[in-house]
């Protein structure tokens, strides 16, 4: 493996002459990369497995810090091993000078990877997948917003063309994404760039809120990999522009939500499609019946920050119900208007807001654990069926918390070290948003209490 990496390093090297920069990233469980600048040179300590960074790193807060209930056990910080992500390597066009990025993971002592990365935690899941002989296919589409830099309230982008402003949804309209096209082109091309295949840039429900799709493939680790990449090239080439692109879940309290969603079919060994074969439709339904069952737990991954929560509203299309049917955007579990082929589903209850590494994991769990005990899933809903809301989701943050850190079957697939620092990461956050004031406090009670 080292030999090929040194020859990646190398042939990137004379493939780009002039950068001289590096950028490493490294995936934490926020869905954000942590990471550092280096010299290019700096390709030559990585391949000779010398790169560390502090052990906290990928279970930072969402803003940075470590975390207050994580500190008896990782509050000395030592380092660890960080090695590289092969075919990672690659230019930032829309860097001010030449640059280069590279995706990084973390080992432990004994030399496997890490229990606290979220890659792990999606690798354990895979590995169970595999044992039952299926390989997960999957795509995952993420909803976010452009914003005028330095505005609170933030303020939705505004034609670079001089057009008037298209005030309302303006949803698939092609003649107002025309006026944001140029800015789309640069982050098409530069997705292309980097290796991600995007497959279309739409006007989503929001005003100022775009959609971009990823192309399905059949190596879920890589595209959740892509996908935290994709977030990057995306608020980038915003940044470039001086322009903010927010995945905040709810960044508008009068406007919908961003969502990541999730579409996975099944291969088995021989490369065919599991649900389109022979009892394909009873394993989609168990697959259906288990993500249902253990949703409530993995509801504090899909929903991981305080924000989250303000998203979960049915008026906006956000699911806030254990429901699943045919091509109805209402339901937590969408089955897609299909061929027979591509026979799939939708995930649609995470904000974008989340790691997709942990997304992916839990919804892979889910389809493990029922596919595994066979389970079966309670009545389907049409197309145009409203939702009984009888059956909610955890509606906040500490619900979520407690609902997780009780489960055992989110547990059995993430592992138990993983899902307590997961939890300790989340309540410290939950304990100081519970502390803050906020303005809207003020303006409520100030005056009148």
Aim: glycine share 6%; charged share 25%; aromatic share 8%.
């Amino acid at each position: 493996m080292a030999s090929e990496l040194e020859q990646e390093f190398v042939s990137f090297r004379e493939a780009h002459p002039d950068i001289q920069v590096l950028e490493v990233l490294l995936a934490d469980i926020n869905g954000i990369f942590r990471g550092k600048q280096m010299p290019i040179e700096a390709l030559d300590k990585i391949a000779d497995g010398k790169l560390c960074f502090p052990i906290t790193t990928p279970f930072l807060t969402t803003n940075g810090a470590n975390a207050e209930l994580t500190l008896d056990e990782f509050g000395s910080d030592p380092d660890r091993l960080c090695v590289a992500v092969p075919g990672t390597l690659k230019p930032m066009p829309w860097a001010t000078r030449p640059t280069a990025q590279l995706q990084i993971d973390m080992l432990d002592t004994d030399g496997a990877p890490l229990f606290a990365s979220p890659r792990t935690a999606l690798s354990r899941t895979l590995e169970q997948m595999s044992d039952l002989g299926f390989t997960p296919v999957t795509a995952l589409e993420y909803e976010f917003f452009l914003f005028k830099v330095g505005t609170q309230p933030p303020e939705p982008l505004r034609p670079m063309n001089g057009l008037p402003h298209a005030a309302d949804a303006n949803c698939y309209n092609l003649e107002v994404f025309s006026d944001y096209k140029p800015l789309m082109e640069e982050m098409e091309e530069a997705a292309k760039r980097q290796g991600l295949n995007v497959e279309g840039l739409v006007c989503e429900y929001g005003n100022g809120q775009f959609e971009v799709n990823l192309v399905h493939q059949a190596d879920a680790l890589k595209a959740c990999d892509d996908a935290m990449l994709l977030k990057r090239v995306v608020r980038g080439i915003a940044h470039k522009h001086g322009l903010l692109a927010s995945f905040m879940a709810k960044p508008l309290n009068d406007e919908v939500g961003s969502g990541l969603h999730a579409h996975v079919s099944l291969l088995d060994a021989a490369g065919k499609a599991v649900f389109s074969g022979e009892g394909g439709e009873q394993l989609l339904q168990h697959s259906v019946a288990g993500m249902l069952e253990t949703m409530p737990a993995a509801t504090a991954i899909f929903a991981p920050n305080a924000n989250s929560y303000r998203r979960f509203d049915p008026e906006w299309f956000a699911p806030v119900v254990r429901s699943w049917g045919e091509n109805n955007r209402r339901l937590a579990l969408r089955l897609p208007l299909a061929d027979k082929q591509n026979r799939r589903f939708e995930h649609r209850v995470s904000g974008a807001d989340a790691s997709p590494h942990l997304v992916m994991a839990a919804v892979l769990a889910g389809t493990h654990h029922g596919i595994s005990k066979q389970l079966v899933p309670q009545e389907s809903l049409g197309e145009f069926d409203l939702v009984d809301f009888g059956d909610i989701l955890p509606s906040r943050w500490k619900m979520a918390l407690d609902t997780l850190k009780a489960d055992d079957v989110i547990r059995s697939y993430l592992g138990d070290a993983f899902v307590d620092l997961y939890v300790q990461v989340r309540e410290s956050e939950e304990e100081i948003a519970h502390r803050s004031y906020f303005a809207a406090d003020h303006a409520q009670y100030l005056r009148i209490l």
